[in-house]
């Protein structure tokens, strides 16, 4: 009785699923938003950044605010085919404490940024961070967003980030908040390679 009701039941949610991909037909880059107070917004772009060379797709890596070039992913995926990895940052503001330093950063990482979005050889972008730039000022939004809605057809962009703003969020195809629920580093524990690193 149980497994006739699952299999039924099972078998609406299979009708159900496969009429919404019949109905998925447009094919073209897309803008995903990865924000929210939560970790693993980075971490999780870096696994789509796994999935585009699974396909042989060449990938584009700004990461702004964060100046680390010891981390696993950056070691791993810096010397991989296909990837352009560029570590764009100074720090976080409370390191760098002067917003004039962290505007000018923040632009010259831009200019880093744009030719990859111009780029329709780059099949993968990830703007590691973008958020807090626009968020704070650091870049113009509109012009930012313009040159992201401006791309190559085909090019998926990854943004990530907590406090995505509006703006960003209205011109995203899929937007993901990470939730904090809990976190270790409030227990005491530092920082672990593998996976904070």
Same mark, same amino acid.
């Given at each position: 009785?149980?497994?006739?009701?699952?299999? #039924?039941?099972?078998?609406?949610?299979?009708?159900?699923?496969?009429?919404?991909?019949?109905? #998925? !037909?447009?094919? @073209?880059?897309?803008?995903?938003?990865?924000?929210?107070?939560?970790?693993?917004?980075?971490?999780?772009?870096?696994?789509? %950044?796994?999935?585009?060379?699974?396909?042989? +797709?060449?990938?584009? &890596?700004?990461?702004?605010?964060?100046? @680390?070039?010891?981390?696993?992913?950056?070691?791993?995926?810096?010397?991989?085919?296909?990837?352009?990895?560029?570590?764009?940052?100074?720090?976080?503001?409370?390191? !760098? *404490?002067? @917003?004039?330093?962290?505007?000018?950063? =923040?632009?010259?990482?831009?200019?880093?940024?744009?030719?990859?979005?111009?780029?329709? #050889?780059?099949?993968?972008? &990830?703007?590691?961070?973008?958020?807090?730039?626009?968020?704070?000022?650091?870049?113009? *939004? %509109? #012009?930012?967003? =313009? =040159?992201?809605?401006?791309?190559?057809? +085909?090019?998926?962009?990854? &943004? !990530?980030?907590?406090? =995505?703003?509006?703006?960003? &969020?209205?011109?995203?195809?899929?937007?993901?908040?990470?939730?904090?629920?809990?976190?270790?580093?409030?227990?005491?524990?530092?920082? *672990?390679?593998?996976?904070?690193?």
């Amino acid at each position: 009785m149980i497994d006739s009701r699952h299999h #039924a039941r099972m078998q609406r949610r299979k009708a159900v699923v496969d009429a919404g991909i019949a109905c #998925a !037909t447009v094919e @073209r880059g897309l803008l995903l938003v990865l924000t929210g107070n939560g970790k693993g917004k980075s971490s999780s772009a870096f696994g789509m %950044v796994a999935r585009a060379l699974g396909h042989g +797709m060449k990938v584009g &890596v700004a990461q702004f605010i964060k100046s @680390r070039s010891d981390t696993g992913e950056e070691a791993f995926f810096s010397r991989q085919p296909g990837v352009e990895w560029h570590v764009l940052g100074e720090g976080f503001t409370w390191e !760098t *404490q002067s @917003r004039e330093q962290d505007i000018a950063t =923040a632009r010259r990482g831009w200019e880093v940024a744009q030719r990859m979005l111009a780029d329709p #050889a780059i099949d993968l972008v &990830v703007l590691d961070e973008l958020t807090y730039l626009l968020k704070d000022g650091y870049l113009d *939004q %509109v #012009a930012v967003l =313009a =040159a992201i809605a401006a791309r190559p057809p +085909m090019q998926h962009i990854v &943004v !990530t980030g907590r406090g =995505a703003t509006p703006a960003l &969020v209205e011109l995203a195809d899929t937007v993901s908040e990470i939730a904090d629920i809990k976190h270790a580093y409030r227990a005491g524990v530092k920082a *672990q390679k593998g996976v904070d690193l």
